[in-house]
């Protein structure tokens, strides 16, 4: 049964430090299914992340990463931007607002 009033709640940054260092949230974010804790190596790729504006993917890229720059970008209220190095270029994601688009490129802006 649902509550008619029902609204999930909203990340918090709190929220998003506390998972990737693989503990719990306070507003309950997240799920057990879906890994968040980071490695020391990926932590630093979080933060590069976050300033160039978007998650570099590479094959080794786990999806706790991607799990966790999806959160943070809900938490920071900006898009969600992945890229993954292709033989052909750059496969850029993107989402906002539920909705997701992918486009190929060439070269990446610096």
């Known amino acids: 049964m649902v509550k008619e009033d029902y609204e999930p709640q909203s990340v918090s940054r709190d929220d998003v430090a506390r998972l990737i260092r693989g503990r719990r949230s306070r507003n309950r ?11 020391q190596d990926e932590l630093e790729r979080l933060v590069i992340a976050r300033q160039r504006g978007y998650l570099l993917l590479t094959r080794s890229t786990r999806t706790a990463l991607r799990n966790a720059w999806h959160l943070d970008c809900q938490a920071n209220e900006r898009p969600f931007v992945c890229v993954e190095r292709t033989p052909d270029g750059f496969l850029v994601t993107t989402a906002s607002d539920g909705k997701s688009s992918e486009q190929m490129v060439e070269k990446l802006p610096e």
Do not use: A, D
């Open 29 to 39: 974010v997240g799920s057990r299914q879906i890994r968040h804790r980071l490695r």
